[in-house]
């Protein structure tokens, strides 16, 4: 059972960087590969980015490809997204949430998820 809590979204103007965290609690985070994933209003929820349980690998969407990463930090049960050159479609709610089989690309392989943390980026 893992507990995640998602925080640092907020306002920011297009072009500029922003650095969300996930805080986990609960068994054996460090064996768990961990994703994020972004909701935007009226729209599915979407792969972003993810990482092995190690940190050794790292996986993210088209979209995000050089401006996104993904890190962790098992020692502090952390999970992090750097976003730079922010756009205004980066805006939605973005989630971390712990894999637990299936696809890394989508939701249902997924079975731990945060309550989100609103990203928006103005033009």
């Known amino acids: 059972q893992v507990q995640l809590v998602e925080s640092g979204g907020g306002l920011v103007q297009a072009g500029g960087s922003l650095r969300l965290s996930c805080a986990a609690s609960g068994r054996t985070f460090s064996s768990y590969n961990m994703g994020w994933f972004r909701q935007a209003p009226g729209k599915e929820r979407e792969f972003v980015a993810a990482?092995?349980?190690?940190?050794?690998?790292?996986y993210y969407a088209d979209s995000v490809q050089g401006r996104f990463t993904i890190s962790r930090d098992n020692a502090k049960n952390t999970v992090y997204l750097h976003m730079n050159s922010l756009k205004p479609e980066d805006t939605a709610v973005y989630f971390c949430?712990?894999?637990?089989?299936?696809?890394?690309?989508?939701?249902?392989?997924?079975?731990?998820w945060g309550q989100g943390t609103q990203v928006t980026v103005s033009s």
């Open positions: 990482i092995s349980w190690s940190g050794d690998s790292t």
């Open positions: 949430a712990a894999r637990t089989g299936g696809s890394l690309y989508y939701t249902l392989g997924y079975g731990y």
